[in-house]
């Protein structure tokens, strides 16, 4: 459950940075189509100023100026599409923790009543008693410590005196 909240929580950073390079991309969007909307200057002078400033050759500078920031807002888009690919990953990755965890339930579920169904078994046996009845009657009614994804009880016997 720690995994889960802890991938939600990157999820939701990335996220957030996604947006706020997304608010930059914009912010800088508008300074190359402000600053380079019909032949004007950034100072925002008149188009008659912007003739001067042509004329005086100032037209190079200024798309120089467009130029660097179009390849800012580019490096943006590549930066925002890597927090995308990694917010769609992570969300991939929650996706599947949950689908396990639900798929591990469902199983412990089945294990469960499996067991139950052995014990019903086992008590309902009215033939000659043998011992491994006993050992597989007590190994059913065990129990089972989930947590730990221990599916099956404990033997009695340690696994050294099996060798």
Known sequence: ???EEGIGLILARATELRLKISDCIDTSSTAVSDYGHCGGSKDGSSPEEAKKDEFLGNQEKDSDAI?????????LLCIRDALESLESQ???????RQRQQ???QVALSEIDYSRKMLLEKLKDYKGKEFEVL???ST???ERVDY???LLLPPYHRSIRSLM
């Open 1 to 3: 459950m720690e995994d």
């Open 67 to 75: 130029s660097s920031d179009e390849e800012e807002a580019e490096r």
């Open 90 to 96: 992570l969300a991939a990755l929650q996706n599947l």
């Open 102 to 104: 639900y798929e591990k």
């Open 134 to 136: 006993r050992e597989a």
């Open 139 to 141: 190994f059913a009614g």
């Open 147 to 149: 947590e730990n994804d």
